[in-house]
């Protein structure tokens, strides 16, 4: 047995005796070196032609602005490819083990999980990343010889920024799945979880920059920044050397995930008033972090919202409507408001877009989820912001149409975001001991708990007093206003 004193003192030196172990076995190894060298130089040099021959057609029809677009966007695309290998190192790099036997001499060292899991991430990022560095300066070189083209000191930046932080993105994603998975096989199928938002990604990068909106891929580093971060703790948390020994094959225990999911849904309730009050007892307090995270969102999408309608601002005739009166009832009717269809039609789609939110928020973290909650508020705070410049009452209009249905609407949103943003979480937020399996199951039940327990019921009280309430409300607030 390895003594106390040859085991590595601190995280970090221990996961680069791994990843420099790694490293020098990539490096013996042609079938990693030949793709690395080939797209580290032909590549750059194919995008170099590319470029040089779009700014020669381009700039013979008098459009150079779209060769000095396109430079750009190939210097990223030089930068992308090399460590679009990484995600293939990264998805070998538990499984590939387990599968060549080698595994378990690696984890009978005495390494801890945390040293093991970041010498196998950083294995898998230092070869690509260094191909995608030397692949640039070879694109920019050739630029400098062809077309005398340099970019400034921001755009270079934001280039090896993207580069970076897109390659720590995938390999530690990839990683993650390469610890769950019991072959190359599964982890190159679940794979497509990690390649395909990072295609759209760059397709969505590169009309940024066809549009010159530079300063947007600073948001962008920042965004991947935090999910890189997310994932790799992620990874930290679910990694485990006695679990990864013990799995012999991937198994999908529905009959147990439903048992598990039915027993915390219920929380050992034995009557419904035991169950309701185990859901504001227990399920509220659980989450009560995340209801603070989603109400600050919410207010802060509000005040976005006012603050974005001095900067597009209406013009100020959309506002001389004639005043509110009794018509405005009968108009509602011939709409199918004022009646039980209209609460069926609000109900439903407040449940769909609940229903959108929550299946983003599951593959976001939560943060698409709390992105489409904060919109219809910015949409409110655009609508005061505008009242106020057009001379209105702001505070009048919005008690008249918002207020009496939002009293319950803005509650079930916050509820409904927090849930769904505990639930995006559960895969880094485990209880010690649990699976990542028992841990989102835990925690989509918690989520089927407050959403069919309290926020259901709340939307269905403001469907109500959005049709029947909110019209009358606003006709004798407003009206000969």
Excluded: C
């Amino acid at each position: 047995m390895a003594t106390e004193a040859s085991t590595p003192t601190t995280l970090f030196s221990g996961a680069w005796i791994v990843a420099r172990r790694e490293i020098r076995d990539q490096f013996r190894d042609w079938r990693v070196l030949a793709p690395i060298l080939l797209l580290t130089l032909f590549f750059p040099l194919l995008m170099n032609f590319t470029a040089s021959q779009a700014v020669d057609f381009v700039g013979r029809y008098g459009a150079p602005i779209i060769g000095e677009r396109l430079i750009p966007f190939l210097l990223m695309v030089v930068g992308f490819f090399p460590i679009s290998i990484s995600i293939v190192i990264a998805l070998e790099s538990f499984a590939g083990e387990r599968e060549r036997q080698t595994l378990e001499p690696l984890l009978a060292t005495p390494l801890s999980d945390g040293q093991l899991y970041l010498g196998k991430t950083a294995a898998s990022l230092v070869p690509p990343l260094a191909a995608a560095y030397l692949g640039i300066t070879v694109y920019l070189i050739g630029l400098l010889v062809k077309v005398q083209w340099v970019p400034s000191a921001q755009l270079l930046i934001q280039i090896l920024s993207l580069t970076t932080i897109q390659a720590m993105v995938m390999v530690s994603g990839a990683v993650v799945i390469s610890s769950l998975t019991t072959s190359v096989r599964a982890a190159n199928l679940l794979a497509s979880f990690i390649i395909i938002p990072v295609a759209m990604l760059i397709m969505g990068e590169s009309m940024i920059m066809f549009w010159g909106r530079y300063h947007i891929l600073w948001w962008i580093v920042l965004a991947l920044m935090l999910i890189a971060i997310v994932l790799t703790r992620m990874g930290l948390r679910l990694f485990n050397r006695e679990e990864l020994l013990a799995r012999e094959f991937d198994v999908l225990d529905l009959r147990g995930a439903s048992r598990r999911f039915w027993s915390s849904f219920l929380s050992g309730a034995r009557n419904p008033l035991e169950w309701y009050g185990g859901l504001f007892s227990k399920s509220l307090k659980h989450i009560r972090f995340p209801i603070l995270i989603t109400s600050a969102i919410l207010l802060a999408g509000f005040i976005l919202g006012y603050k974005l309608a001095d900067v597009f601002r209406l013009p100020a005739e959309i506002f001389q409507v004639n005043a509110f009166d009794k018509d405005w009832l009968e108009i509602l009717r011939e709409f199918g408001m004022l009646t039980p269809s209209g609460v069926v039609k609000i109900l439903w789609a407040n449940i769909r877009a609940l229903t959108l939110a929550t299946i983003f928020g599951v593959f976001t973290f939560g943060v698409l989820a709390e992105i489409l909650l904060m919109v219809p508020l910015a949409i409110i705070g655009y609508f005061a912001g505008s009242l106020t410049q057009a001379g209105l009452s702001a505070s009048q209009y919005i008690t008249a149409l918002v207020l009496p249905h939002a009293i319950l609407e803005i509650p079930a949103a916050i509820l409904a975001g927090a849930a769904i943003l505990q639930l995006g979480m559960a895969a880094i937020s485990l209880p010690k001991g649990s699976s990542l399996g028992e841990g989102w199951t835990n925690s989509l039940a918690e989520w089927a708990r407050i959403s069919i327990g309290i926020v259901l019921p709340l939307l269905i009280a403001a469907a109500f007093l959005e049709v029947f309430i909110t019209p009358r409300i606003a006709v004798w607030l407003l009206s000969g206003s």
